[in-house]
């Protein structure tokens, strides 16, 4: 296969999938395009594992972290699990819903910022391409969800979001 793009939860993995010509979590014969390709493990919620090191491009598809964090409340319970099983976040679906605002921003920050150092991890080796640079974006899953801001991520996680924020000054979104 020639493409693989990998990237966080709810970063534009399908936006990539439609402007690369790959398949969305399901490869095709141009590549594939998913997040649960980030950890090297066999044991993936929704397709067969496939070796990164198969790939001759590796994309990072990139999408402002505050935009990508404020979505992540609603992924499904599978994805969460995994999510947990790769960071060590240690959130259930159901605390993780029945928790308040504030937690939900500080569990999905938290959950974002482990899963970008994996990807730095297991892909050092790579293309980083912003999603909002892709035409395909304004196409997919357009939701308008109120604004999440550097201070109110601050006051809930400041560690945090220091990092995020450094992160977000590297790849030009602030």
């Known amino acids: 296969m020639s493409i693989i793009i990998v990237g966080c939860p709810r970063s ?3 936006s990539a999938a439609v402007h690369y010509g790959v398949g969305h979590e399901n490869p095709n014969p141009y590549g594939i395009s998913s997040w649960y390709l980030v950890p090297k493990d066999p044991d993936l919620p ?3 594992y496939m070796n990164p090191d198969d790939f001759w491009r590796k994309i990072h598809i990139m999408r402002n972290p505050l935009e990508t964090i404020r979505s ?3 992924l499904m319970d599978v994805s969460w699990d995994f999510l947990n099983k790769h960071t060590g976040c240690f959130v259930t679906p159901t605390k993780f819903s029945k928790r308040g605002d504030r937690n939900k921003l500080g569990t999905a920050a938290w959950a974002w910022l482990a899963w ?3 990807i730095e991890k297991n ?3 790579r293309e980083v391409v912003k999603v909002e640079t892709l035409r395909e974006v304004e196409n997919v899953r357009a939701k308008v969800r109120p604004a999440v ?3 109110e991520l601050h006051d809930v996680r400041p560690g ?3 990092e995020i924020e450094a992160i977000g000054r590297k790849f030009k979104y602030w």
Do not use: D, S, V
């Open 12 to 14: 534009g993995t399908r």
């Open 123 to 125: 892909f050092e080796e």
């Open 46 to 48: 929704f397709h067969t």
């Open 160 to 162: 945090i979001c220091k």
């Open 72 to 74: 992540m409340h609603t």
């Open 116 to 118: 970008y150092r994996l």
């Open 149 to 151: 801001t550097l201070e």
